[in-house]
């Protein structure tokens, strides 16, 4: 594999040879979001607190496990994995203590992905700061150095817990992101990003605590780096780049005033305080606070309700002893006392609100501050931080700008920062209203990137009516996010790297039903979107090895797993006789027939016996075994619209791609390439082509000039089927038709499943 590297050539992906490279992931894995020490899904309260006793040793999975996913998500025709992690996982026993342990299966995994030749980028991932203020990623002693007690969050609502909620089952649906509007994680971000500014009292180990929580960030991803470097062997070959802080968000910084819910909060739901009301309540005040609700129309108020903390407050009290963790907090800084107060915003003696618009301007210069202000300052001002240490032992790392989600990218270009020529910008979309509501409307949608933008006189112009419509509109967004980035940051790559579908729509319907009509659809059109916006790379959120029907991610309520153990993968290619692979045995300038004989399916660790098939491609609730989990949502198990993200792609093009793209509903791929003269005879392009659209024969393909095969090709037991094509120069166009199934109808090779299930080995057709 040496030498097996991206490199970034006019704004493009290029390998060894030359050739374009787009980036198909996907995120692995949503385990890598709670510990498996204990295990603790957000469902799960007990011991919840204990989290300087946890370990992420065994997340996203174990590195014995790996080849299974990795065979699976190789199957699916992905090339790139972001590889999720959190700061938890690497500094949860305390400041400094780093769980070698986690790093060392880490290593394991990311040597286990060489093999099956994926690119990987690291993922330093974040939710609303932390599972402990109702998200992931930092760990808990951070929210007691800033102050904060998370055990009276509950009470004031200073974040809503899913391990804390009284009535777990009842936990509203994507609740989790309306705590970046509550006072534990807007004041963590604020502290983090800008506390030198707008906290100078906070003062821990003689240092800001600004500098305090971001050197201790950065200092734990720069350690896995340099034990990334010293294994030696993944470095550039496997891993090829890092992602900055997922989401960043500004917390309270550039509130124009504290007592009003800014413009730029587009997501209420349940009960929504101000800024200056979740600080009362975070000091034990009782406050009526309005209720929101999500439509297909967006938000819309509900009425108002009453937080009343009954006197407990979310700041840790007086004479709370901080040894435990080992740093010193400056006598100037208070516990017990809110620590707005403590720097004027407030007036606890009475309530009184003295400065709503502190966070609204830089103290020292005066500046107005929103969100480009923002980014531009307080984020960039991290980000090289980050990227320079990172560098420090990744040398040629390829770094991946996140900024804010949906907001605008840093204007850096034609400056050092954007002359980076390892720099990709990594924004992230969402359809909100899909994912809010959790149904797919083929009616209508908005676009949501025009309106945050500005580009409607009124949000009624920004509706979009039809699927045809809502599917253009989708493509648009994502173009017009690609455009930001080309215009502020400068000719770099664009890889969208989170974007997915809720997959319970419909109260759970696919799953009493089986009919993943709905899903297919949304998740057709999310890939119709990036395939045609022009990106240079995507990685879909999320693969996650557990995923049910009852629990979903077993994250918050969400559900967005391509995989579930409840579902069933979509039958596996045929595997071909040895004497066929080795790619030659398809003729030139026509379809490969299949070999005569019968199919044979593949199991997920790549070697196939009567001992390990039942295990490997029987998923659990559709086995023999029982099962505690509702009947009716294991009863007809689905393919959970697997032939909407299983679609053909180009792998590598001897040209620049101008165009591309997969109709489902015609089950057709096109693509368009601008070839140079100078073409390799030896570097083809070359298109991953699922034999489940496509079988070899019956399929047919069109070509603009040249020649072309389709084969099957094992690569470490895992068996895809590729089209190669030499073709001549200039403009070059490829046209492939498949067969056009009944989505999610059982089929032929279902028939396998149910014999194997029943331990009818000599109708498996083995070898």
């Given at each position: 594999m040496?030498?097996?590297?991206?490199?970034?050539?006019?704004?493009?992906?290029?390998?060894?040879?030359?050739?374009?490279?787009?980036?198909?992931?996907?995120?692995?894995?949503?385990?890598?979001?709670?510990?498996?020490?204990?295990?603790?899904?957000?469902?799960?309260?007990?011991?919840?607190?204990?989290?300087?006793?946890?370990?992420?040793?065994?997340?996203?999975?174990?590195?014995?496990?790996?080849?299974?996913h990795f065979s699976r998500l190789k199957r699916f025709g992905y090339n790139t994995i972001r590889y999720v992690f959190t700061w938890e996982a690497i500094e949860a026993a305390g400041p400094g203590i780093y769980d070698e342990e986690w790093i060392e299966n880490t290593i394991g995994i990311l040597r286990a992905a060489k093999s099956y030749g994926f690119y990987i980028f690291m993922d330093p991932h974040q939710d609303v700061w932390s599972r402990f203020s109702g998200g992931s990623g930092a760990p808990m002693w951070t929210l007691y150095a800033a102050g904060l007690n998370p055990q009276s969050f509950a009470a004031t609502e200073a974040a809503i817990v899913h391990n804390t909620y009284p009535e777990e089952k009842t936990y509203p649906k994507m609740i989790?992101?309306?705590?970046?509007?509550?006072?534990?994680?807007a004041t963590l971000f604020t502290l983090f990003f800008a506390g030198k500014d707008f906290a100078p009292k906070c003062?821990?180990?003689?240092?800001?605590?600004?500098?305090?929580?971001?050197?201790?960030?950065?200092?734990?991803?720069?350690?896995?780096?340099?034990?990334?470097?010293?294994?030696?062997?993944?470095?550039?070959?496997?891993?090829?780049?890092?992602?900055?802080?997922?989401e960043p968000n500004k917390g309270?910084?550039?509130?124009?005033?504290?007592?009003?819910?800014?413009?730029?909060q587009a997501l209420k739901k349940g009960?929504?305080?101000?800024?200056?009301?979740?600080?009362?309540?975070?000091?034990?005040?009782?406050?009526?606070?309005?209720?929101?609700?999500?439509?297909?129309?967006?938000?819309?108020?509900?009425?108002?309700?009453?937080?009343?903390?009954?006197?407990?407050?979310?700041?840790?009290?007086?004479?709370?002893?901080?040894?435990?963790?080992?740093?010193?907090?400056?006598?100037?800084?208070?516990?017990?006392?809110?620590?707005?107060?403590?720097?004027?915003?407030?007036?606890?003696?009475?309530?009184?609100?003295?400065q709503k618009d502190y966070f609204g301007k830089h103290p020292t210069t005066g500046d107005t501050i929103d969100y480009p202000y923002f980014t531009n300052n307080y984020f960039m001002d991290f980000y090289r931080k980050y990227r320079d240490l990172i560098r420090t032992y990744h040398k040629d790392a390829i770094m991946l700008l996140q900024g804010p989600a949906m907001e605008l990218p840093p204007q850096i270009k034609d400056t050092p920062d954007g002359?980076?020529?390892?720099?990709?910008?990594?924004?992230?979309?969402?359809?909100?209203?899909?994912?809010?509501?959790?149904?797919?409307?083929?009616?209508?949608?908005?676009?949501?990137?025009?309106?945050?933008?500005g580009r409607y006189w009124h949000p009624a112009f920004a509706v979009k009516l039809g699927e045809t419509a809502i599917r253009n509109c989708f493509k648009d967004q994502h173009a017009a996010m690609?455009?930001?980035?080309?215009?502020?940051?400068?000719?770099?790559p664009c890889v969208m790297t989170e974007f997915g579908i809720p997959y319970d729509m419909d109260n759970q319907y696919a799953y009493k039903t089986g009919d993943y009509a709905s899903q297919s659809a949304a998740m057709d059109a999310n890939h119709y979107a990036v395939e045609g916006a022009g990106l240079e790379g995507y990685t879909l959120w999320l693969y996650m090895s557990r995923n049910n029907h009852e629990r979903g991610d077993h994250w918050n309520g969400e559900d967005l797993s391509i995989f579930s153990v409840d579902d069933k993968l979509l039958p596996l290619p045929q595997r071909p006789r040895s004497s066929e692979l080795d790619g030659s045995t398809s003729s030139l300038l026509k379809p490969t027939t299949s070999a005569a004989g019968s199919r044979e399916e593949q199991d997920d660790d790549g070697s196939v016996t009567p001992a390990n098939l039942k295990r490997s491609i029987t998923n659990p609730s559709i086995s023999s075994e029982a099962t505690t989990r509702q009947p009716e949502l294991t009863a007809a198990p689905g393919h959970r619209a697997a032939e909407a993200y299983v679609r053909p792609a180009p792998i590598c093009a001897a040209g620049v791609i101008t165009d591309y793209g997969f109709d489902l509903r015609r089950c057709f791929f096109h693509l368009t390439i601008k070839a140079p003269k100078a073409a390799d005879t030896d570097a083809p392009t070359v298109v991953f082509l699922p034999e489940y659209h496509f079988p070899k024969d019956?399929?047919?393909?069109?070509?603009?000039?040249?020649?072309?095969?389709?084969?099957?090709?094992?690569?470490?037991?895992?068996?895809?089927?590729?089209?190669?094509?030499?073709?001549?120069?200039?403009?070059?166009?490829?046209?492939?038709?498949?067969?056009?199934r009944k989505h999610n109808a059982g089929e032929g090779p279902e028939d396998f499943y149910e014999q194997c299930n029943q331990g009818a080995w000599s109708n498996c057709n083995l070898m």
């Amino acid at each position: 594999m040496a030498g097996f590297r991206l490199t970034i050539e006019d704004g493009k992906f290029c390998d060894e040879h030359g050739r374009q490279v787009i980036l198909r992931g996907i995120n692995v894995a949503g385990e890598a979001k709670y510990p498996s020490r204990p295990d603790q899904p957000s469902h799960v309260p007990d011991d919840f607190f204990d989290g300087d006793n946890v370990s992420f040793s065994k997340r996203p999975f174990s590195k014995d496990e790996a080849h299974l996913h990795f065979s699976r998500l190789k199957r699916f025709g992905y090339n790139t994995i972001r590889y999720v992690f959190t700061w938890e996982a690497i500094e949860a026993a305390g400041p400094g203590i780093y769980d070698e342990e986690w790093i060392e299966n880490t290593i394991g995994i990311l040597r286990a992905a060489k093999s099956y030749g994926f690119y990987i980028f690291m993922d330093p991932h974040q939710d609303v700061w932390s599972r402990f203020s109702g998200g992931s990623g930092a760990p808990m002693w951070t929210l007691y150095a800033a102050g904060l007690n998370p055990q009276s969050f509950a009470a004031t609502e200073a974040a809503i817990v899913h391990n804390t909620y009284p009535e777990e089952k009842t936990y509203p649906k994507m609740i989790w992101a309306t705590n970046y509007y509550r006072l534990a994680a807007a004041t963590l971000f604020t502290l983090f990003f800008a506390g030198k500014d707008f906290a100078p009292k906070c003062i821990i180990d003689g240092m800001n605590i600004q500098d305090y929580l971001q050197g201790h960030f950065l200092r734990a991803c720069a350690h896995l780096a340099k034990r990334i470097h010293e294994a030696g062997d993944i470095e550039n070959d496997v891993v090829f780049g890092w992602e900055s802080f997922n989401e960043p968000n500004k917390g309270m910084i550039g509130y124009e005033d504290i007592s009003v819910i800014p413009k730029e909060q587009a997501l209420k739901k349940g009960t929504c305080p101000t800024i200056w009301q979740t600080i009362l309540t975070g000091s034990g005040r009782a406050v009526e606070v309005e209720t929101w609700d999500m439509g297909g129309l967006g938000p819309y108020k509900v009425g108002r309700t009453l937080i009343d903390p009954h006197g407990e407050i979310a700041w840790l009290p007086v004479g709370y002893d901080d040894s435990r963790y080992g740093y010193k907090r400056d006598p100037g800084w208070k516990l017990g006392e809110c620590v707005w107060a403590q720097h004027g915003v407030w007036d606890p003696s009475t309530d009184t609100l003295l400065q709503k618009d502190y966070f609204g301007k830089h103290p020292t210069t005066g500046d107005t501050i929103d969100y480009p202000y923002f980014t531009n300052n307080y984020f960039m001002d991290f980000y090289r931080k980050y990227r320079d240490l990172i560098r420090t032992y990744h040398k040629d790392a390829i770094m991946l700008l996140q900024g804010p989600a949906m907001e605008l990218p840093p204007q850096i270009k034609d400056t050092p920062d954007g002359d980076d020529p390892l720099l990709v910008y990594a924004p992230h979309w969402y359809d909100g209203i899909t994912l809010m509501t959790k149904k797919w409307n083929r009616n209508w949608n908005v676009d949501v990137i025009g309106v945050l933008r500005g580009r409607y006189w009124h949000p009624a112009f920004a509706v979009k009516l039809g699927e045809t419509a809502i599917r253009n509109c989708f493509k648009d967004q994502h173009a017009a996010m690609r455009q930001e980035g080309l215009d502020r940051i400068g000719n770099h790559p664009c890889v969208m790297t989170e974007f997915g579908i809720p997959y319970d729509m419909d109260n759970q319907y696919a799953y009493k039903t089986g009919d993943y009509a709905s899903q297919s659809a949304a998740m057709d059109a999310n890939h119709y979107a990036v395939e045609g916006a022009g990106l240079e790379g995507y990685t879909l959120w999320l693969y996650m090895s557990r995923n049910n029907h009852e629990r979903g991610d077993h994250w918050n309520g969400e559900d967005l797993s391509i995989f579930s153990v409840d579902d069933k993968l979509l039958p596996l290619p045929q595997r071909p006789r040895s004497s066929e692979l080795d790619g030659s045995t398809s003729s030139l300038l026509k379809p490969t027939t299949s070999a005569a004989g019968s199919r044979e399916e593949q199991d997920d660790d790549g070697s196939v016996t009567p001992a390990n098939l039942k295990r490997s491609i029987t998923n659990p609730s559709i086995s023999s075994e029982a099962t505690t989990r509702q009947p009716e949502l294991t009863a007809a198990p689905g393919h959970r619209a697997a032939e909407a993200y299983v679609r053909p792609a180009p792998i590598c093009a001897a040209g620049v791609i101008t165009d591309y793209g997969f109709d489902l509903r015609r089950c057709f791929f096109h693509l368009t390439i601008k070839a140079p003269k100078a073409a390799d005879t030896d570097a083809p392009t070359v298109v991953f082509l699922p034999e489940y659209h496509f079988p070899k024969d019956a399929c047919s393909v069109e070509v603009s000039s040249g020649k072309w095969e389709i084969s099957s090709d094992e690569d470490e037991t895992v068996l895809l089927q590729r089209l190669r094509w030499w073709h001549d120069d200039g403009t070059q166009t490829l046209k492939v038709s498949g067969v056009v199934r009944k989505h999610n109808a059982g089929e032929g090779p279902e028939d396998f499943y149910e014999q194997c299930n029943q331990g009818a080995w000599s109708n498996c057709n083995l070898m």
